[in-house]
Structures are given as structure tokens and as C-alpha cells.
């Protein structure tokens, strides 16, 4: 009886710490300034000067953006950063909960300063 106790206690902890990453995940960074941004046949990634990354992924300065979310969306938001990067505006990205095999934070939305 014990020993399904400590079971259960175990994996309640785990299912804790996953939801709770899980709404930690999305949200919007902290304002910033782009440094490089690239654009490929799959989409386009960017590095940004931004302090506070709610994501879980590992490279919390660096973003993308896959073709797959929708190729009408990625390409608004390739132009609106391509200008943003341009004229070094101040952008803030809200991100997902999705890191792609790099680390690198998904990104659904933008906000110029």
C-alpha cells in the first residue's frame, strides 16, 4: 500500500511540474531590439535583445517561425519584422509553448514600439 502511495505521489508531482511549465510557456517577451533575422523555404528565424522569455526552450534569445503555422501569417510577419530589424525598432514577440530540435522558441505574434 505504501509503495502506491509513493507512486501516486510521484506522479502527481510530475503532472504539477508539466502543467505548470505549461502555462508558464506562453506569453509575451520583454521588449527588444532584432540583431539578425534569416528566412528560408520553411520559415525564418531571428535573434532579439530581449530579456524576458516565458518559454520553456533552451535558446531564450533566439526565435522562429515554421511555414507549416500557415505561410500567409509567416510572411506578414517575416515583412513587419524585416522592417522592425531595419529601422531597429523595439518589437516584443509572444511565444508559444513549441521549441523546435535547436531550442529555439515558436513565435505566433509580434508587437513594434
Given at each position: 500500500?505504501?509503495?502506491?502511495?509513493?507512486?501516486?505521489?510521484?506522479?502527481?508531482?510530475?503532472?504539477?511540474?508539466?502543467?505548470?511549465?505549461?502555462?508558464?510557456?506562453?506569453?509575451?517577451?520583454?521588449?527588444?531590439?532584432?540583431?539578425?533575422?534569416?528566412?528560408?523555404?520553411?520559415?525564418?528565424?531571428?535573434?532579439?535583445?530581449?530579456?524576458?522569455?516565458?518559454?520553456?526552450?533552451?535558446?531564450?534569445?533566439?526565435?522562429?517561425?515554421?511555414?507549416?503555422?500557415?505561410?500567409?501569417?509567416?510572411?506578414?510577419l517575416y515583412?513587419?519584422?524585416?522592417?522592425?530589424?531595419?529601422?531597429?525598432?523595439?518589437?516584443?514577440?509572444?511565444?508559444?509553448?513549441?521549441?523546435?530540435?535547436?531550442?529555439?522558441?515558436?513565435?505566433?505574434?509580434?508587437?513594434?514600439?
Amino acid at each position: 500500500m505504501k509503495r502506491i502511495v509513493a507512486i501516486y505521489c510521484v506522479l502527481v508531482a510530475v503532472l504539477v511540474i508539466h502543467v505548470s511549465n505549461s502555462f508558464a510557456a506562453e506569453g509575451w517577451t520583454s521588449f527588444g531590439t532584432i540583431t539578425n533575422i534569416q528566412a528560408d523555404a520553411g520559415g525564418f528565424n531571428l535573434n532579439a535583445t530581449v530579456s524576458n522569455n516565458t518559454s520553456i526552450c533552451t535558446k531564450k534569445k533566439i526565435f522562429y517561425y515554421h511555414y507549416s503555422s500557415g505561410q500567409s501569417l509567416g510572411n506578414r510577419l517575416y515583412a513587419t519584422l524585416l522592417t522592425a530589424y531595419v529601422n531597429q525598432s523595439q518589437i516584443r514577440l509572444y511565444v508559444g509553448d513549441h521549441c523546435n530540435k535547436w531550442g529555439q522558441t515558436n513565435i505566433t505574434a509580434i508587437n513594434i514600439e
